[in-house]
């Protein structure tokens, strides 16, 4: 590649990456004091994956995804997930058509919601298993499969799906095998005090905002791939698979995990938070991650794959609580590992 070409190529990037800059600005307009919250959804985005939002109600969760919809050129659904919530209500069905030159019958497959860019799952733990499982083909292959073929989904595709962590009467909590195929696990707090008065001032009055579309289909494939460009030291990559492993009790040397948990991470933990590290460095505009990449990423990446014990749940230990711990723990100074 010439130089000319490599300058040209650096200004497309940038052209690109800017554009990260102006959606977390679009979302500010609508979604106020939850910046964390909003960069996350963006990480999750950039590095090809799902979310699950989790927060008492009236934190914005579904207003959140629908102003990304928003300020994205892609296809929207929104299902609502109820307990007589069908997988043909998710996946589609079959029906019968006549084909009027010739009066034969056939059968022609009726898509469902899930062949959008962008599927709004709310609140998903009040849909049975069967239903849960209907999107476990989706999150993982990127097709669905009925009646013995197969359809390939649209590109990029996110499940961005929310749930409601007070009423558990009439839910059913998704299993472990369907939550490790979410990337982050967000969990949503409160709003500090001046930005609840920001919000209730701009919701109650008789404006209106506007949201801009600003990244289409091609531009997100783009930045995916440009996420997997983005640079990683060795030393972290074994930082990284050090701490995974010592989410295990079979092989961490943490006498804090052993005590509360029951099952660690898998490897899928240590691949989804170097990716979301690679895409957190994007959107600081860097091409290198750090160790505060990881260190941020950490918790969204774990807190639903470190399965603490029925001990741990009665003296309210947090699976956050134990990536803290484990942070202390492992840690990476600037000379290396530790």
Known sequence: MTNEELKNTEQEVSQVVSKLGLLKSEMQKVIIGQDETIEQLIITFLAGGHALLEGPPGLAKTLMVRTLSQAVDLDFRRIQFTPDLMPSDIIGTEILEEDHTTGKKFFKFNKGPVFSNIILADEINRTPPKTQAALLEAMQEFE??????TYQLKRPFFILATQNPIEQAGTF??????????????????????AETNILRSTTGAGSVSIEKV????????????????VIADDLIAYVSRLVR???????????????????????????????????ALLKGRYAVIPEDIHVMSKPVLRHRILINFKAEAEGVSSDDITSELLKVYTLPSNGLK
């Open 215 to 230: 990244l289409d289909g091609p531009d997100i494939i783009e930045l995916q791939e440009l996420v997997r460009e983005v």
């Open 173 to 194: 909590p998704l299993p472990e095998a369907q939550l490790d195929r979410f990337l982050l696990y967000i969990q949503i707090g409160y709003p500090g005090e001046n």
């Open 144 to 149: 669905v499969s009925y009646s013995g073929k």
């Open 246 to 280: 010592g989410t295990r009790p079979q092989t961490t040397t943490s006498e804090y995990v052993k005590s509360w948990v029951s099952w660690g991470a898998g490897p899928r933990a240590g691949q989804a938070l170097i990716l979301t590290a690679k895409a957190r």
